[in-house]
């Protein structure tokens, strides 16, 4: 068994949390090691190889009692946190990492064990990428929301609310102009959110290879809404591979059709939440003391409205 002295925090993780949670942050990355003792006492788990960690999260692979393999997932408890878990329990390891325990006070998770070293990211051939991360998606949007999940409709219109601001904050017109265009497109979509649950954060490095399945989801973000709000991420995959192939507008079409023909979703209602989603990210930058929009951001936009 492993004790709290063997469990160290990455420097990643700790400067994640102090940068977006302050001393709240710093105070649970303080409280971590010995967060970690506890659940691997309570579920009487033992080590079974080195940590990693994300951003939000310190995962730890470990065996349980009958000698399974497992990974104990310990986050700050916050409402992505209690909505993962939502997700996690009404999807059932449908296309999805299968939810083992969960400790509803600190927010821990343990879960079935898959290959970390082998994401999507790993297939060189791209239509068989994103073909698998479709239908994937395709099973995961296919389920109703349940109660307790934030909505598509509320965040529409927080988007709204804060556009007149946000644009002052733009450096130039191009991307002004393209700001409200994304919100013009989100103001006529608005009034149908949609009711599937969302994964919101489906890219390559968020499928993993798996024992009971080929290819597994993991890390959802689970809200309420309509699916074209969740192709973002699958387009913006292993960006930077794409745009030194010279041809951005070509893949990114090529992406699109893969996803919402998998979806079976309406393309126009698609591109509009796909902006929609961009808005999202670019109000998020903005408020980060961004001035420019994201050249990512620019090009799908341009290769999703000039088809």
């Known amino acids: 068994m492993g004790t709290w002295e063997a469990v160290e925090v990455p420097h ?26 506890s659940m691997l006492e309570r579920w009487d ?16 692979p470990v065996l ?24 996690l329990r009404t999807w059932n390891g449908d296309g999805m990492v ?11 998770m343990l879960l079935e064990r898959l290959d970390g070293a082998r994401t999507l990211a790993s297939v060189d051939d791209d239509d068989v990428a994103m073909s698998t991360l479709a239908a994937l998606l395709a099973r995961l949007v296919a389920v109703p929301a349940p109660q307790g999940l934030r909505g598509l409709g509320a965040i529409a219109s927080e988007m709204l609310d804060q556009l007149p601001q946000a644009v002052t904050r733009l450096a130039a017109p191009d991307d002004r102009g393209l700001l409200r265009g994304w919100a013009s497109a989100v103001a006529e979509l608005a009034g149908e959110p949609g009711d599937r649950m969302l994964h919101w954060d489906l890219h390559y490095d968020n499928v993993l290879a798996g024992r009971r399945e080929p290819w597994i989801a993991i890390d959802p973000e689970p809200l309420a809404g309509d699916p074209g709000f969740d192709l973002w991420p699958a387009l913006d995959s292993r960006w930077d591979d794409d745009v030194a192939k010279g041809d951005t507008p070509r893949i990114v079409r090529r992406r699109f059709d893969l996803l919402t023909d998998a979806l079976g979703l309406d393309r126009a209602r698609a591109t509009g939440w796909t902006l929609g989603r961009l808005l999202q990210n670019a109000l998020w930058d903005i408020e980060d ?12 936009t341009n290769a999703l409205l000039s088809r």
Not at 45 to 60: F, I, K, M, Q, T
Not at 289 to 300: D, H, K, M, N, Y
Request: hydrophobic fraction near 45%.
């Open 12 to 37: 990643r993780l700790a400067a994640s949390y102090a940068t977006g949670f302050g001393e709240q942050g710093r105070a649970w990355i303080a409280g971590l090691p010995a967060l970690a003792a």
């Open 45 to 60: 788990l033992e080590r079974d190889g080195a940590a990693r960690a994300g951003e939000a999260s310190l995962v730890l």
């Open 64 to 87: 349980r009692p009958d000698r399974t393999a497992a990974v104990l997932r310990l986050q700050m408890p916050r409402q992505e946190t209690a909505a993962a878990l939502i997700g």
């Open 98 to 108: 299968r939810l083992l325990d969960h400790d509803p006070v600190s927010g821990s």
């Open 289 to 300: 003391g961004e001035t420019r929009l994201a050249p990512s951001a620019v090009a799908i």
